[in-house]
């Protein structure tokens, strides 16, 4: 998948291990046989839970089954001299609240915000010797008319009242982030105290209510419509209406046509950093960077970290508790609670006893000597599992059915590639020296000049075919952060879709296959910037197996499973068991299968913390 390039450029040394390792690895003295709480995978959301778990006093181990933490919020450099934010690239989702209560300034982290944010670049081949036109946006409203004009006058003088519209739906669902879902099954069968604790989690969505006012039928139709036809009402150009349409497929196999798609376009813009609404960011020094700060965060404070350390199993008691984990070397961890960043798939079909034969296998460790001879020549009895629940009853065969229908299809291949040279658009070429221009910062939208391309993209993937002519976004985060990359050399973030798991016919996908995507893509490229494909020094390509087998993304899909309506709030992951308890009394989810689902916020580790931390004082 990597390729290593023609060695233009000299690699830049790197310590192998971060200070937060360093320092852990000696504070800590090694793995414990006991601790109150254990997190399974050091992702962002892990890394979260575990720090504000420690900082309430609650003695946390993290075991990572990667050489490196933060999941798909990694830098790692592939290519001698380039690093790269492997999977996850920009930053704007993470949550106000966890950048100050974790002191992440304070840790390392440093942002470079962006604008302007979104460029558009045309293609308009009958344009003759005239430059193609592009469209340039960010924080200067004045600019941003100035820019849509060129398409259309009157889409010029709507779009501040669009993004005031939209402004206010994000401050809506806000709220709703930081707190558990509505908890539906406590309303239904819960005792008088439960019912009465549960009334709390109506508060959000009453504030969102009032914010919302008497224009929650249009705002409703945001979230349930296609953005296509949300954008159709407010807009005529093409140019504009694709643009702001790509945040409403992107990382989703679905496409601006189908209904729903105007959450996930919510999803992307409700975000904000260091209190600029909607600003979107590169983390210096990678993603990595951020997963980095979070983790010293964490250790600070006493928690332990682990790489190299792969979680095999939960245990769980007769009771239907959990009591631990057992790592891959056979390794046994007690703990009162554990906590899982991994996906629901993962967590349930992998992680916990999945039979009858399992579960009796588990329960033979708790047994008295003298019973686990009679327990062990036949079947279960009452009479030697008195007082134990059966499997189906903390585990139930129907939560597990719908756990394993998830919709985890992803349209998504990564390609990160180290270029000797920035590229130089037909829209808007090069300065003389090559230095980084405002519109190098940005999202660089490709083939996204109308949403018929989008659509189309979409279909080839639906055929089980890779794109015919793939969705783009380009990022290059050097043009901000020159850490990233040798001197006058940068490294390219390429986030393109629609891509089906399996291949037509059963194909499944190979280095030839790959490589074929991926020259598909540069030659997409190289037809707005030509040259592109000279500069390359070499390239990493994720396709979504790879995103799957690497970073333990199910299907490759980056949120973990898909954020439609039928998987969000309180029925992610799935109704009556959202949130983040599960049936499994002590296990606890806390990574984007949980509510509030995918991105680079944090929010589902910070709630699942609060409520582990209510249930531990409570036993």
Known sequence: ???????????????????????????????????????????????????????LGVNTAVFERRHVIGGAAVTEEII????????????????????????????????????????????????????????????????????????????????PKYEEFMHRLALAIDPLLDAAPVDMAAFQHGSLLQRMRSLSTLKPLLKAGRILGAQLPRYYEVLTAPITKVLDQWFES????????????????TSPHTPGSGYVLLHHVMGGLEGMQGAWGYVQGGMGALSDAIASSATTHGASIFTEKTVAKVQVNSEGCVQGVVLEDGTEVRSKMVLSNTSPQI?????????????????????????????????????????????QEWLPEEFLERISQLDTRSPVTKINVA??????????????????????QCSIHLNCEDTLLLHQAFEDAMDGLPSHRPVIELCIPSSLDPTLAPPGCHVVSLFTQYMPYTLAGGKAWDEQERDAYADRVFDCIEVYAPGFKDSVVGRDILTPPDLERIFGLPGGNIFHCAMSLDQLYFARPVPLHSGYRCPLQGLYLCGSGAHPGGGVMG?????????????????
């Not at 974790?102 to 005239?130: C, D, I, Q, V, W």
């Not at 929010?603 to 036993?619: E, I, T």
Request: hydrophobic share 40%; aromatic share 8%; proline share 7%.
């Open 419 to 440: 270029v000797d040279r920035l590229p130089s658009f037909l829209a808007a070429p090069n300065a003389p020296r090559g230095q980084p221009l405002p519109h190098h």
């Open 347 to 391: 967590t349930f079909l992998k992680l916990t006893p999945q039979d009858e034969e399992d579960f009796r296998r588990e329960r033979l460790r708790d047994l008295p000597e003298q019973r686990k001879k009679a327990a062990s020549l036949g079947p279960w009895t009452s009479e030697a599992f008195h007082g134990a629940f059966s499997f």
């Open 1 to 55: 998948m990597a390729a290593s390039g023609r060695g233009l450029c000299k690699a830049v040394a790197a310590s192998p291990f971060p200070a937060w390792r360093r320092d852990n690895t000696e504070a800590r003295g090694g793995l414990k046989p006991e601790y109150d709480a254990v997190v399974i995978g050091a992702g962002h959301n892990g890394l979260v839970a575990a720090a504000y778990l420690q900082r």
């Open 603 to 619: 929010a589902a580790g910070r709630n699942a913390a609060h409520v582990a931390f209510r249930d531990l004082k409570s036993m």
């Open 80 to 159: 001698p001299g380039f690093k790269f934010s492997r999977a996850s690239y920009l930053l704007s989702l993470l949550r106000p609240q966890i950048y100050t209560d974790l002191e992440l300034k304070k840790h390392g982290l440093r942002l470079h915000l962006r604008n302007p944010y979104s460029f558009t670049p045309m293609l308009e081949e009958g344009a003759g010797s005239k430059v193609p036109r592009c469209l340039l946006l960010g924080t200067d409203m004045a600019e941003n008319q100035k820019q849509i004009a060129q398409f259309s006058q009157k889409d010029a003088q709507v779009f």
């Open 238 to 253: 093409e140019p504009l209406k694709a643009t702001l349409a790509t945040d409403a497929v992107i990382g989703a196999m």
